[in-house]
C-alpha cells in the first residue's frame, strides 16, 4: 500500500496553514495589508532603523522580496528609507506615526486570528499545540540554525524534545498512513 500523503500530519499542517493565512488575508486586508507586510511593520516596531538586509534576515526572505514590500508600504506612507549619515550606501527603515499605528492594529488581527484559529480549544492543549508546533519548526530548519525565539517564557529546555536525525524519503516506510 502506498504512503497516502492526505492522512499524514504534514497534509494537515499545510492545510492549516494554507487556511490560517487565507483567513488573517481577509482581516489584514481590512486595515490595508497584504500578508508578509504586517511582519515587516511588527519588526520594525520592535526595532525601529533596520537596514534592507537586518529586515530579510529577520523576516527570512531574499532581498528583493524586502525591498518590494518596503516600496509597497513606503508608498502607503507607513514607512520611510533614510540613507544612512555613515555609510550612503546603507538605507535604513524606519516606521512613520501611521506606520506605527498600523502596526498597532496589526495586534488585533492577530488576535482574532488565533481566536478563530484556536475556537474549541481548551488552555492545555493551546499549550501542546504550541509545543509541538514549536518542535516541528526546530525539526526542519537547517542544521545549526536554532529555531525563532519567541514568547514561551514557560517552556523549559526540557519541555521541548531533541530534533530527530532527518529523514531521507527513501526512509519513509511503505505502509505509514496516520
Known amino acids: 500500500m502506498s504512503f497516502n500523503h492526505r492522512k499524514s500530519v504534514t497534509h ?3 492545510q492549516a496553514a494554507r487556511v490560517h493565512r487565507t483567513r488573517a488575508a481577509v482581516h489584514l486586508g481590512r486595515i490595508g ?3 508578509g507586510q504586517e511582519a515587516v511593520l511588527k519588526a ?3 526595532r525601529d532603523g533596520q537596514s534592507m538586509s537586518e529586515l530579510a534576515a529577520e523576516l527570512a526572505v531574499q532581498p528583493p522580496t524586502v525591498t518590494k514590500m518596503i ?3 513606503g508608498a502607503q506612507g507607513l514607512l520611510t528609507r533614510q540613507t544612512s549619515s555613515a555609510d550612503g550606501r546603507l538605507a535604513r527603515v524606519f516606521l512613520t506615526d501611521a506606520g506605527r499605528e498600523r502596526a498597532g492594529a496589526v495586534d488585533a488581527v492577530w488576535k482574532r486570528v488565533e481566536k478563530e484559529a484556536l475556537a ?3 488552555e492545555k492543549d493551546r499549550k501542546r499545540l504550541k509545543k509541538l508546533l514549536r518542535q516541528i ?3 526542519l530548519m537547517p542544521a545549526g540554525i536554532a529555531a525563532s ?3 514561551d517564557e514557560d517552556e523549559t529546555p526540557e519541555a521541548v524534545a531533541k530534533p530527530a536525525a ?3 524519503v527513501d526512509e519513509v516506510e511503505e505502509g505509514a498512513t496516520d
Open 12 to 14: 494537515r499542517l499545510v
Open 33 to 35: 495589508l497584504h500578508p
Open 44 to 46: 520594525l516596531a520592535e
Open 71 to 73: 516600496s509597497r508600504l
Open 120 to 122: 474549541g480549544l481548551d
Open 137 to 139: 519548526e526546530k525539526n
Open 149 to 151: 525565539a519567541d514568547d
Open 166 to 168: 532527518p529523514i531521507l
